[in-house]
Structures are given as C-alpha cells and as structure tokens.
Nanobody, 124 residues
Framework: QVQLVESGGGLVQAGGSLRLSCAAS????????MGWFRQAPGKEREFVAH????????YYADYVKGRFTISRDNAKNTVYLRMNSLKPEDTGVYYC?????????????????WGQGTQVTVSS
C-alpha cells in the first residue's frame, strides 16, 4: 500500500507559478506510475498529467500542455507538478494518485491510491 501526501498549494496571481509535491510512503514508489488530477468546485475530477515509473514518459491534458511539467525523483519517493503561467481556471484541489497498471490512463477510477489534495487558487 502507498500513502500519498501533497503539498505546495496556495494562492497565486494569474501568470504566476507554483510547484506541487507529492511524497509517497513505502519502498515501492518506483513500482507505480503517477498522476496528477484536479477538481474545481461543482465539477468532476479531471486529469492533469501522468508520468511512468522511470520518469521518462509523460502525458498532459491539452489545457495544461506547455505550462505544466510533471517529474519524479524515485530516490526521494516524490512526484512534482511544476505549474507556470497559471490561469484562474486552474483553480481547484490538486490530487496525486498512484497507478499499478502498465497502461497510462487519464481515468481517475483506474488509479489505486490517492492523496488528500492541496488547494490551488489563482486570482485574476
């Protein structure tokens, strides 16, 4: 089992940047692909980014491509989400999730473990 704890959220002006971190417990972090999702009030949880076990392959939702970067440090059991050029529509609770499968997916139900989330608020 993996426990995930996100951090790094906060309030930022439009055009600003934040870096989210997700620390994982256990010795099997490198056995999981990782994803970031977000959920705005009154909306469904949506996919943001995915990274494979080694960190060599990444996927992004179109609405963050070119602005967000997902990365991981397996030695530190941590996955990151660097967010640049933030927009008010990026506001929401950001979650990291661990995926045991070997097929990249944007579907939240396919992920096995979730963190508690960290709030990101972008003001206009």
């Amino acid at each position: 089992q993996v426990q995930l704890v996100e951090s790094g959220g906060g309030l930022v002006q439009a055009g600003g940047s934040l870096r989210l971190s997700c620390a994982a417990s256990g010795r099997t972090f490198s056995s999981y692909a990782m994803g970031w999702f977000r959920q705005a009030p009154g909306k469904e949880r949506e996919f943001v980014a995915h990274i494979d076990r080694s960190g060599g392959i990444t996927y992004y939702a179109d609405y963050v491509k070119g602005r967000f970067t997902i990365s991981r440090d397996n030695a530190k059991n941590t996955v990151y989400l660097r967010m640049n050029s933030l927009k008010p529509e990026d506001t929401g609770v950001y979650y990291c999730a661990a995926d045991r499968s070997f097929t990249p997916t944007m579907t939240p139900e396919r992920y096995d473990y979730w963190g508690q989330g960290t709030q990101v608020t972008v003001s206009s």
